[in-house]
């Protein structure tokens, strides 16, 4: 199964874009990167996600490396209620079954 | 509303009660799984199924049971709980392969064993 390396916490300004890193090395071709976030202690809930080529949907963007060893997810002005924990995985789908691993995500600090 | 819903929201109980939280999701989606979260080790997949009749273990699956005897419906049996098993735990539904990977979330059910 691929697993996914993000940074513990990071800070960004209000009305800054706040840019999350996560490397996924061993990924596999037909495995997508999905992004979800955590506010407190919330449910999860589905932001973006991508194969290949980026991507962009109202809440955020998503620029996959070619290699697609990495990602990153782009909040492009980020408020205060962006502060949670955002979660980058990668979807491992063997025979039709779902095995989703999360990390532990990396805690973004939104700043006044 | 489209949503999956979780009950009870908040559970004390003690060691060996057999108990059951149950997950239900109104979005007619194939996939549904279990999770739990503590302190510093993420979101774990406990369970989950592709459809009816159809379940698998994720990672940590030891001292959980599930069935799927309907679509919509997905409970989590704890048999015999330990206070290890104390945790804030997740149901999640998504579409399957028609429909997308995407994984929507209940509210969680916090659990307390001891």
């Known amino acids: 199964d691929a697993k996914t390396t993000q940074p513990t916490s990071m800070d960004c300004a209000e009305g800054r874009a706040a840019n999350l890193p996560c490397n996924h090395s061993?990924?596999?071709?037909?495995?997508?990167v999905y992004w979800y976030r955590q506010i407190h202690s919330q449910g999860p809930q589905y932001i973006i996600h991508?194969?290949?080529n980026n991507e962009t949907n109202e809440m955020a963007s998503l620029i996959i490396t070619e290699d697609r060893k990495s990602s990153t997810l782009i909040l492009p002005h980020a408020t205060l209620r962006d502060t949670a924990v955002y979660y980058c995985?990668?979807?491992?789908?063997?025979?039709?079954?779902?095995?989703?691993?999360f990390g532990t995500g990396t805690k973004l600090q939104v700043i006044p | 509303e489209a949503q999956v819903t979780q009950n009870p929201r908040y559970l004390i109980t003690v060691t060996g009660k057999k108990l059951t939280v149950t997950c239900s999701q109104n979005?007619?989606?194939?996939?549904m799984s279990w999770y739990r979260q503590d302190p510093g080790l993420g979101l774990r997949q406990i369970y989950y199924?592709?459809?009816?009749?159809?379940?698998d273990k994720g990672d940590v699956p030891e001292g959980y049971k599930v069935s799927r005897k309907e679509k919509r419906n997905f409970p989590l049996i704890l048999e015999s709980p330990s206070p290890n098993q104390t945790s804030l735990y997740f149901c999640?539904?998504?579409?399957?392969?028609?429909?997308?990977?995407?994984?929507?979330f209940g509210p969680g059910t916090r659990l307390t064993v001891t």
């Open positions: 999640a539904s998504s579409p399957g392969r028609t429909g997308g990977y995407e994984q929507y």
């Open positions: 061993t990924i596999s071709g037909n495995e997508y």
């Open positions: 991508g194969l290949k």
């Open positions: 995985i990668v979807y491992t789908i063997s025979g039709g079954y779902q095995k989703v691993t």
């Open positions: 979005m007619n989606h194939e996939y």
């Open positions: 199924s592709m459809n009816v009749e159809v379940t």
